[in-house]
């Protein structure tokens, strides 16, 4: 069987189940003793040996097999789930991920696994419990992390023999530590002078090239002791844990039998698996899909079809969103037609293609949704771990999850809620020992809420935690120099909160790997401005703050307010007019060079858009009544001089290609049904 066809549906169910193991393992932390939790965890990780070992990718099967000989334990009540346990497995989960992502990247999904399997047979054997310090392990038998060649073998075997020691080592590096290769080096140098390296993996070379994730292990041998070893190894600075195992006869001669626990689970499980992964029906090979649902209607006799899924290229969605594109604009064209023609039968025709057209906007558009589901379900586990390192108690409540948003949305969010979430963590919700002393419970709770609202997606982070104060704020955006004293006393408390946006402000008292370097929340504003949306922060001392970011459906199809400047067109986008007004010459006043006009009990900044895109046959100062189209990011708002409306469409959104990239104020461009073509407004680029 010819398996490279079969990669990405491998690469696609391998990332399923570690998602469900993720979401299980969270799940069994929380409820124990629920065996049942165990069993579905079990099952996930023996699907994922069987796939992987008919893959070929040994390592990934051979990790799964030592997490499944803890789970086995677990599920027959043999063992019972501690902290120590649950970190292994954790940490199997993060290493199997990694070695998808590489597989994802073109590589082979191989990865130095060696402390994770000595920590993973502890647990089976028992000796976790009576290790000395975290770290340094032993352990009767050495980690099969390294494979020796018949020479080496001889080498290890005769020293033995002639009264020397000989030791398995595993060296792991702090994960913050910036130059492994020569902290490496370091640890190479200290062990040279006491005995000799026989074999390293990586390899010397390999390692010098920093190409190595956190760890290396080698074959040593010597005359001094193990503990002497230890304390010269951890003396290096930026190593985390060294675990030194002694090799004798017996268990090195496991050394020159060959691995065949890959190849058992290989044939345990092949048959199973390849027919699992064997479609009924030739297809062709699939990259970079996403998935499609259509939910079957129920059977003429009652019984209910359950829900099929399809694997859908995306380059094919994408090729179907542009062909409808340009069905959208001969549409339009036709409308135009028929309307200049005046036949009743040509328009009763283009009217019904264009309820035919709607209907298939509609799905074309629903294909492209994706549950927000898809990002959601990766914050549970780093709430998790960071609450961990933070030493404090997070509950994640996550509702709406099956909000649904268009895929290109959905591609940019994650890092925006990453950090967003990060600082809810960090900054919102206080230490055990703070919220008690507040009266509150001692574990906090984040919200993480989506829901449709109109033709928006929203998204809100909310937590009970420390809140944002006014006088912090203020005393950081004044020495920053983000706003004057006499700026500051007038600024409302949503303004005041909106200041954590600027670029670079931190309020943070030091810095952390987690927060506190002055970057996050401007980057989160940027990206979120860029995807046409736009988020804001309350907050009530003491009791907490949310943070609600306002989203579009789609970036593809946008309704939009078709304007006239002299022969020119032009679009705005709906979603960020307030309202549009006509005004007279005489409303317009001057402020220090700048254009102003009374607006709802306050004054707004006047754009002249003529001005702004040197429009060559239209000039505002010549007319003494000028269309204006009030637009708005966040709290602030602007009026826009126009000279003429020509109603509202729905429009397709068409880049400008790399030649016309970085327009000031334009965001892409679209084509009318006179064929024409009009550029787009990006309010937000006006707004400063």
């Keep these: 069987m010819e398996l490279s066809q079969y990669l990405s549906m491998f690469i696609d169910e391998s990332k399923e189940h570690l998602q469900s193991l993720n979401e299980n393992l969270l799940n069994l932390e929380s409820n124990p003793q629920d065996i049942s939790i165990v069993h579905n965890i079990f099952r996930s990780a023996h699907t994922l040996k069987g796939m ?25 009540s043999k063992i019972e789930m501690n902290p120590f346990i649950f970190d292994c497995i954790f940490k199997s989960l993060d290493s199997l991920e990694s070695m998808v992502e590489d597989i994802i990247q073109g590589g082979t999904g191989k ?54 020691l000989v030791f398995y080592i595993e060296v792991s590096v702090n994960e913050n530590c910036v130059l492994k290769a020569a902290r490496a080096y370091m640890v190479f140098d200290a062990l040279e002078r006491m005995g000799e390296i026989v074999k390293a993996t990586p390899s010397v070379q390999e390692i010098e090239q920093e190409k190595f994730d956190r760890s290396f292990s080698l074959y040593f041998i010597s005359k001094v002791d193990q503990v002497t070893l230890e304390r010269e190894i951890l003396n290096v600075s930026e190593i985390q844990s060294a675990v030194i195992i002694t090799v004798d006869s017996e268990s090195l001669a496991e050394l020159s039998r060959p691995r065949n626990e890959v190849e058992a689970a290989r044939q345990e499980i092949a048959a199973a698996v390849a027919e699992a992964i064997t479609p009924a029906v030739s ?31 995306i380059e094919r969605l994408d090729a179907l969103m542009n062909l409808f594109s340009e069905l959208l604009i001969d549409r339009v064209r036709l409308e135009q037609l028929a309307s200049e ?28 949704m994706v549950p927000v589901d898809s990002v959601f379900n990766r914050f549970p586990r780093m709430i998790r771990d960071l609450a961990k390192s933070l030493d404090k108690k997070v509950d994640l409540v996550i509702t709406g999850a099956e909000t649904e948003l268009d895929r290109t949305v959905i591609d940019e969010i994650g890092d925006p809620l990453v950090h967003l979430l990060r600082n809810a963590v960090d900054h919102g919700i206080e230490s055990i020992s703070d919220r008690l002393a507040a009266g509150k419970n001692e574990q906090g709770t984040i919200q993480l809420r989506a829901f449709h609202s109109g033709n928006h997606v929203f998204i809100e982070i909310e937590e009970d935690g420390k809140g944002i104060y006014r006088e912090k704020v203020l005393k950081t955006a004044l020495k920053n120099g983000l706003v004057t004293a006499e700026q500051a006393a007038k600024l409302s408390d949503l303004e005041v909160y909106n200041l954590l946006f600027a670029s670079g402000f931190s309020t943070a008292e030091k810095i952390s790997d987690i927060s506190g370097r002055g970057v996050g929340l401007d980057v989160v504003k940027t990206k979120i401005q860029m995807l046409g949306g736009h988020v804001q922060v309350d907050s009530k001392p003491g009791f907490g703050s949310k943070f609600s970011v306002q989203l579009p459906l789609t970036l593809s199809i946008i309704s ?12 705005i986008p709906l979603s960020s007019i307030v309202e549009t007004s006509a005004i007279q010459k005489n409303q317009i006043r001057n402020i220090h060079g700048n254009k102003m006009v009374e607006y709802r ?59 016309l990239s970085g327009l000031f104020a334009i965001s892409g461009a679209t084509i009318l049904g006179d064929g024409q073509v009009a550029l787009i407004i990006d309010p937000n680029a006006l707004i400063k």
């Excluded at 900044?605 to 708005?632: K, Q």
């Design 283 to 313: 297809v062709e090979p699939i990259h970079n899909a996403e998935p499609v649902t259509a939910v079957a209607k129920p059977a003429a006799g009652g019984a209910p079809v359950a829900s099929r899924t399809i694997r859908v290229d």
């Design 341 to 368: 023609v005046k036949r009743n039968d040509l328009t009763e025709t283009v009217e019904h293609m264009s309820r035919v057209s709607s209907d298939l906007q509609n799905i074309v558009l629903k294909l492209r």
């Design 601 to 659: 009990n306050t004054v707004i900044p006047l754009v002249s858009l003529s001005t702004l895109f040197n429009v060559p046959d239209f000039n505002e100062d010549l007319e003494e009544e000028t269309e204006i189209v009030v637009v708005r990011k966040g709290d602030k708002q602007v009026a826009l001089m126009v000279d003429e409306f020509i109603g509202q469409q729905e429009i397709v959104l068409k880049t400008l290609g790399k030649y």
């Design 52 to 76: 992987s070992a008919t893959m070929g990718f040994e390592d990934i099967a051979a990790l799964t097999h030592e997490m499944e000989n803890v789970l086995d334990l677990v599920r027959n």
């Design 560 to 571: 939009a307010m078709l304007v006239r400047l002299g022969s020119e067109k032009y679009a």
């Design 111 to 164: 990865a130095d696994v060696s402390p994770i399997v000595v920590s993973l047979r502890s647990i089976v054997t028992g000796d976790y419990k009576t290790a000395q310090a975290p770290a340094l392990t032993t352990a009767k038998e050495p980690a099969k992390g390294i494979e020796v060649d018949e020479f080496q073998f001889s080498i290890l075997q005769q020293s033995i023999d002639s009264g020397f």
